[in-house]
């Protein structure tokens, strides 16, 4: 095994057991490590740091796996953390409510750039570091032998490969090749999911736990589902006795299987509006109508990729919800979400306080929402920490 130098001045985050060694914290390699080998890391002094995953390619260089020396992170040291990973999805998954969640959340889970979704028996990876791409024959056994799916196919097609100077992938690894659409449930309703074709891994089960929280309130209103996607909100605020919602997203696919969803769980098709329509140019086109809501639920995608595109995006929230906030009725009820790791809780409410200032509205916070149990956040990561919102009372 090849050994790495930290540079002096840069144990602390290592210590800390955080998972990523940036390239420019590194002495130059001596000997040839292949990019995703598992590598030793040492300090100046020559004392063990850590093993890690190797990439010269990456701005991450190493990705930290273990700290006890004593420990050899072989393949057993792989599917132990898998086995660890899967079991903690038990409780959720044992209430049968829900066949579909996230099984492995990469560095959360202590197995960086390894994302595994759950959809009924069928799984989808993405594999986005090189060492995990080399150690990825012995993971799908090891998730053969646990879950035993009907397939296992490779939705790699994130753009973070490339950074990692892999190419993206979309192929079957195990298994039958997966219907066109896969039916799966998710707190009592039910969704088609198109495995290879749907974007990221097919479904945005991130949103379990909010949507009914959201959909608690729904009852009686007319309500708004903005970036619906396959109507995750929608449904569930339906489902709840929702006067009528309308639903928004710019995807004609996700808009086609929203259909299919309602259908799937025999809800009111009267009740239900869709437009397929860009988002910011709808809620304009709404308020020269004059159309107003009594509860609005924006889920956009993310507008910040990294902290130095915070400024920017954050424009970008205040100006989406500023809009949202004039089409309300007074009392109405706002959901807003962001899913980008740099914008921070504290960060969002300043965005909403800017846009409802903006919009002479005072806004109340009743509730803030996070990721669920399955996309857990580690102590030691907090970069995992990426999905956040609040439910605003407007007046
Ligand atoms: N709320 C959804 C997930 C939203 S994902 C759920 O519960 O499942 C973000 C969605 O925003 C995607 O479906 C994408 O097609 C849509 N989208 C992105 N930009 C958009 C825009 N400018 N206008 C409308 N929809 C957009």
Redesign the pocket.
């Known amino acids: 095994m090849i050994d790495v130098i930290l540079k002096k001045g840069k144990e602390k985050a290592v210590l800390h057991h955080h998972p990523w060694v940036f390239s420019g914290a590194i002495e130059p390699v001596k000997g040839k490590p292949a990019n995703g080998d598992i590598v030793r890391l040492l300090n100046i002094k020559g004392d063990f740091m850590a093993y890690g995953f190797y990439n010269d390619k990456s701005r991450v260089a190493l990705r930290l796996l273990e700290w006890d020396e004593g420990v050899t992170v072989d393949e057993d040291w792989f599917c132990r953390k898998v086995a660890v990973a899967v079991a903690g999805r038990n409780d959720l998954l044992s209430s049968g409510e829900t066949n579909t969640c996230r099984l492995i959340f990469s560095e959360s889970d202590f197995l960086p750039g390894l994302i595994v979704d759950k959809y009924a028996d069928h799984l989808a990876v993405q594999v986005l570091t090189s060492g995990m791409e080399k150690i990825m024959p012995v993971i799908i056994e090891e998730l053969q032998r646990l879950l035993k799916p009907a397939s296992i196919f490779d939705k790699s097609d994130a753009a973070s490969r490339l950074h990692e100077g892999m190419e993206t992938s979309n192929i079957l690894l195990a298994g039958v090749e997966p219907p066109g659409s896969v039916e799966v449930k998710e707190n009592n309703m039910l969704y088609n999911i198109n495995i290879a074709g749907g ?1 990221k891994s097919g ?2 089960c991130d ?1 379990r736990d909010n ?1 009914k929280i959201v959909a608690a309130h729904a009852k009686g209103k007319k309500v708004l589902d903005c ?4 109507g ?2 929608t449904l569930n605020c339906l489902n709840n006795d929702a006067a009528a919602v309308t639903s ?4 004609a696919s ?1 808009m086609e299987t929203l259909r299919e969803n309602i259908g799937l769980n025999k809800l009111d098709v009267k009740k239900h509006i869709a437009i397929q ?4 140019k709808q809620l304009r086109v709404f308020r020269e109508e004059g159309e107003q809501f009594d509860m609005i639920i924006l ?3 993310k507008y910040a990729p990294s902290r130095s595109a915070l400024d920017r995006a954050s424009r970008a929230y205040k100006d989406l919800n500023r809009l949202a906030m004039l089409l309300l009725n007074g009392g109405g009820l706002l959901a807003t979400y962001s899913c980008s790791g740099a914008m921070n809780m504290e960060t969002f409410k300043q965005v909403i306080a800017w846009a409802a200032l903006d919009a002479g509205k005072q806004v109340q916070f009743i509730n803030q929402f996070c990721q669920p149990e399955d996309h857990p956040v580690r102590s030691s990561f907090p970069e995992g920490e990426y999905l956040k919102g609040l439910l605003c009372r407007v007046f």
Do not use: E, H, I, K
């Open positions: 974007q479904f945005y949103q949507r970036f619906c996607y396959t995750g909100f928004l997203d710019s995807s996700a329509a860009d988002v910011n889920d956009p995608p």
